[in-house]
């Protein structure tokens, strides 16, 4: 039997004990539940009432489901791209990078296949939106009409690999688009486009994986100079050929997923979420007036990154010495020199490249890829790809994309300490789906021994719990309205259920550089519990100094995945095992150990207790501003206990200069 051990050094509890408790037990490749979870699953049904949607109210227009292969070539595995892109480099080989990445395990992720599972038990056949997006091979060869993975191939959990990326095309064409073909003979992929226009089939706007595929097996990239095609046969061609494709290197290429709405939901006069009449799909086909669920790429679309942005300090790496950004790929993908095949280490140097994309596409996820390690077993693990040397590279390089995110400054305004919090991404910090995603600002105020009098935002490792209500917590959450909430028979409100929620409920995440309230109300993205003022990028937090602070320690926190989203997946599910899977590999690994976005130690002056404004002084001004935060956290709160209230006027008071 296979061992569980817990990896966060502040966590002595046993993992497998906790996880035998659960009924779960991890065998050497693979998790199966005990005979007592049935019944578990049973008694937590409860009375909740799904949604009888049908597969139109989840259509989505681009290419459809081709299981004829005589028709059209099927999407083949990265099993075939190996013997000549990989195993020349943990970052650089295309394959060795993209295979820990969460696009290369889409379709293998714990957190999805929990997550679809209660998709499904929300709205019926809800998961085929979401399978069109992690498992592109199956969806186009038919395989995710029941909204599941029940008639899934081995190859369908190859997730978004390298020949469905490289045989997709722009799906706008011609005179209306904005990205330009080179010159010579006309697009070939204008019949294409041709065909899906006569069907009525393309896409409005971004997102929702409504991608249009090349029926042929050719594949695009950016690059022209592609000396030699070693490429071999598809079933349809007599060579696989190359075509040029500017589209790969634009953002709009990963607007394709990176933007989710739910279509089950339109926006109504009154700039509610309802509820469509079943059984048809959505009446406009316009993301702008479907339930927003993530807007990263809208996000990008509105904000400077669009015209570029220069980092004299290079920070997003890549051999790219002028640090311009102005695409997702310039972060995700960074240029290195490398070889775009294997064959550049065997006397061909004509295949190294100076500017070859990264295929790591890092981001954020701090567990999930060491999680599927630990599922599978070392040695299952290593015949997937998943070897401990590139899952160790691909965690090192998503830990380094969370700490670029971001810069802090710190200032010390009369008795206030002032955190500033600078985001340096293309899109809101953090972006994505809220499934527990969330930043926050930890501040210990330090007295004259380096002992901790005073700390806001602390996070217990024991119990995975943060201390929200004593900090500014950064994230986005959703809701369900009482209409369905009483339709569905669940509580209205805040709430994880993906496919039921049509509520915005809080949004104080920082947007991106160059944007305006309007814009991002327009995209399906306003801010909400916070103010920004337009173009703003940055947010200051204030915390007030207690009596005997000589110094503060602040770091910022990124996490993947809250405790409060793992357990939902857990205790929600009550379909199959996937939510105890998710959270005893969340739990086995650390439970989404917090990850270091920025720290610094800032050295305070003397404070006159009750001097909020900074003025020398404990005087009326002083009074307002406490009452302004009245029952609040933060500004005003003297004595230190999370809440600004009568005792802390006394305090003041006592303090009282004139």
């Not at 990896?7 to 991890?26: E, K, Q, T, V, Y």
């Not at 989840?58 to 004829?68: R, V």
Request: net charge negative; aromatic share 8%.
């Amino acid at each position: 039997m296979k061992s569980i051990k817990a990896i966060h050094p502040c966590s002595p509890r046993s993992r497998r004990a906790l996880m035998l408790r659960r009924g779960l037990l991890l065998l050497g490749s693979g998790v199966i539940a005990l005979s007592s979870v049935g019944t578990v699953l049973a008694m937590r049904a409860g009375g909740q009432v799904k949604i009888p949607t049908t597969a139109a109210d989840f259509f989505e227009k681009g290419t459809q489901p081709q299981p004829d292969p005589e028709l059209f070539d099927q999407i083949i595995t990265s099993q075939n791209c190996t013997f000549c892109h990989s195993d020349y480099g943990v970052d650089v080989a295309p394959y060795d990078s993209w295979v820990t990445s969460m696009m290369g395990q889409s379709a293998n992720d714990p957190v999805f296949h929990a997550a679809l599972a209660i998709a499904n038990q929300d709205a019926n056949l809800a998961g085929m939106l979401c399978l069109r997006c992690h498992a592109p091979g199956a969806f186009i060869g038919g395989r995710t009409a029941t909204g599941t993975m029940a008639d899934f191939t081995t190859e369908d959990f190859d997730g978004i690999n390298c020949n469905f990326c490289h045989r997709v095309v722009n799906p706008v064409l011609g005179a209306g688009s904005a990205i330009a073909y080179p010159t010579g003979p006309a697009n070939p992929d204008n019949a294409i486009i041709a065909s899906l226009t006569s069907q009525n089939l393309i896409p409005v706007g971004a997102g929702n994986a409504r991608y249009v595929l090349d029926p042929q097996d050719n594949r695009r990239g950016p690059f022209s100079d592609v000396p030699q095609n070693l490429h071999g046969f598809s079933s349809s061609n007599n060579q696989v050929e190359l075509i040029t494709s500017p589209f790969h290197e634009k953002s709009e290429f990963c607007g394709t997923c990176h933007d989710v709405s739910n279509p089950a939901f339109s926006k109504n006069a009154k700039g509610q979420y309802v509820l469509n009449a079943l059984g048809k799909p959505h009446p406009t086909d316009n993301p702008a007036e479907m339930m927003p669920e993530q807007r990263t790429f809208s996000e990008w679309s509105i904000s400077d990154f669009v015209n570029g942005v220069g980092y004299a300090d290079n920070r997003f790496g890549g051999n790219d010495p002028d640090g311009v950004v102005s695409s997702c790929q310039d972060c995700h993908m960074p240029k290195v020199i490398a070889g775009g095949c294997v064959f550049y280490q065997f006397g061909a140097p004509w295949i190294e490249r100076p500017d070859m994309p990264q295929h790591s596409f890092a981001g954020s996820n701090s567990w999930v890829i060491r999680g599927l390690r630990e599922l599978y077993g070392a040695e299952e693990a290593d015949s997937r790809g998943l070897t401990l040397e590139r899952v160790d590279a691909a965690t090192a390089r998503n830990e380094t994309m969370v700490a670029n995110a971001s810069d802090m400054t710190l200032s010390q305004v009369g008795a206030d300490l002032k955190v500033r919090l600078t985001n340096q991404t293309g899109h809101k910090l953090p972006t994505g789906y809220p499934e527990g995603r969330r930043v926050w600002v930890n501040v210990k105020f330090l007295g004259a021994k380096g002992n901790i009098i005073g700390e806001h935002g602390a996070y217990d490792y024991l119990t995975a719990t943060l201390n929200e209500a004593t900090t500014k917590v950064y994230e986005s959450r959703f809701g369900m309205s009482s209409a369905i909430g009483k339709a569905v028979k669940l509580p209205p409100g805040e709430s994880f259920h993906l496919v039921l929620n049509n509520v915005l409920v809080k949004d104080n995440r920082i947007p991106p550089r160059g944007v305006t309230n309007a814009e991002l109300a327009s995209i399906g993205a306003p801010v909400l519990g916070a103010t920004y003022a337009d173009g703003q990028y940055w947010d200051d937090t204030q915390f007030a100094i207690p009596a005997g602070a000589v110094s503060a320690l602040v770091t910022v926190y990124h996490q993947t995945s809250s405790r409060e989203y793992m357990e939902f997946l857990r205790d929600t599910n009550v379909t199959n095992t996937a939510g105890e899977i998710a959270h005893g590999l969340w739990s086995a690994t650390g439970e989404s150990a917090p990850v270091i976005m920025d720290t610094a130690t800032i050295t305070l002056a003397p404070t006159l207790l009750g001097d909020l404004s900074g003025d020398g002084a404990v005087n009326a001004q002083d009074i307002a501003m406490l009452l302004n935060n009245w029952l609040g956290s933060g500004v005003g709160d003297l004595n230190n206990d999370g809440i600004v209230d009568a005792s802390d006027v006394t305090i003041l008071l006592n303090a009282w200069t004139g």
